[in-house]
């Protein structure tokens, strides 16, 4: 049986998805498409062997995981497609009412650090469909990830404030922002290791392809995408897919700032899937 694996269809993962179909790699998965949070579920639920996953459900869900190496999406500082758009100064918000998309994971909690240690302040959180109309329709803010705030910002409505969470994350702590990891299940990965060490280098090496070549994706989206060329290079340049030591220094933090504000009952371990291991537990 092929690996089930996960695939956000999102802009965002594009480049990843260009460079598999441009390196032939589909061939040897079998991918199914979803938001992050269909996809957090069916990874975590066993419905996947191998998925993106919002940073937040790994570390929810970290002793059934292991990371693959070499692939997030993160960000230093602004990442353009995860804002809280608000009706008031984000100042003001406290006790107000925020709509949250039911597509994220990361970003849910990632606002909730924010308002409560920069901002000291404590809104109504319920969450919703990511329709920005109907969301400002019963809130005063709402959070969107992926297109729907891209697409919220492109058109950037006047009278709104937009606040850029990655943005937000590096001036408050000054480190990047994981959003998404890679992760296998670790009883698929104990039972299939070259099939995932396989999977892993087709990844890197398609993301790297990709990486290389962001104009040559950005031309093939617009011809089908509203959005200008120009912004679309500079959308995948900002977005950084790879999975350093700093970028884990990042997740680590947020981690921490998840486990001492009670969003998570323990402090995750980072821990990467390695074909050499024959201490498998
Ligand atoms: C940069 C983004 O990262 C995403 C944010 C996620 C989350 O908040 O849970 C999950 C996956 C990523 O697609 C985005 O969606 O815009």
Redesign the pocket.
């Known amino acids: 049986m092929l690996p089930r694996v996960g695939h ?1 269809q ?1 802009l ?2 594009m480049p990843l998805y260009y460079g598999l179909v441009k390196k032939h790699a589909l061939s040897e998965v079998h991918l199914i498409k979803g938001t ?2 269909e996809l ?1 579920n069916m990874l975590i639920e066993g419905h996947l062997d191998i998925s ?1 996953i ?4 790994y570390g929810k869900h970290h002793r059934e995981l292991e990371l693959l190496p070499g692939l997030s ?1 993160s ?1 230093d500082g602004e ?1 353009q ?2 804002f809280l758009i608000s009706k008031i100064p984000i100042n003001e918000l406290d006790g107000k009412k925020i709509a949250l998309t039911n ?6 909690n ?1 606002i909730k650090i924010i308002l409560q240690e920069k901002y000291h302040i404590e809104p109504d959180y319920f969450e919703s469909p990511p329709l920005l109309r109907n969301m400002l329709l019963e809130a005063d803010a709402a959070l969107l ?2 297109d729907a ?2 697409e919220a910002c492109y058109h950037k409505p006047r009278g709104l404030f937009f606040y850029d969470l990655g943005e937000e994350w590096k001036a408050m702590t000054g480190q990047k922002m994981v ?2 990891v890679w992760a296998v299940r670790r009883e698929y990965a104990g039972n299939n290791p070259e099939a995932v060490t396989k999977i892993i280098e087709a990844f890197n090496e398609s993301m790297a392809y990709s990486v290389k070549n962001a104009p040559e994706i950005a031309a093939e989206i617009a011809k089908y995408e509203n959005y200008s060329e120009e912004y679309l290079v500079n959308y995948f340049h900002t ?1 950084e897919f790879d999975f350093t030591p700093c970028h884990q220094n990042g997740l680590a933090t947020f981690f921490q700032k998840l486990t001492s504000l009670d969003l998570l009952s323990e402090l995750p371990e980072i821990k990467f899937f390695s074909s050499a291991s024959s201490f498998r537990d």
């Open positions: 956000i999102f965002n993962c992050p949070t957090n993106p919002s940073a937040f459900q999406v960000s990442v497609s995860i597509t994220s994971a990361t970003s849910q990632l990830i992926g705030a891209i959003y998404a977005l």
